[in-house]
């Protein structure tokens, strides 16, 4: 007997994954990763709004509050890299 639902795949973690492989590039990159991934982030919402989403599934919601919020990490980023 199976210890899942017939077709059902097991849940995959792989979210969990990632979150750890972004820390740890955080971790040894420092403000560089933050400053990469804030632009790759910013970039990638910039693009989305264009085309019309307004509204987004990261808990900030409104695709103005996180464009805000990735560039102020891009912001900060820069600082401690030039400080």
Known sequence: MSAQPEGKAPYDPLRLCVYAT??????????????????LGFAGYWKARRAGLTRSKCLLRDTRLVLAYLGLLAAVAVVAIIV
Do not use: K, Q
């Open 22 to 39: 972004v820390a740890l590039l955080a971790w040894l990159l420092g403000p560089w990763a933050v400053l990469g991934f804030a632009a």
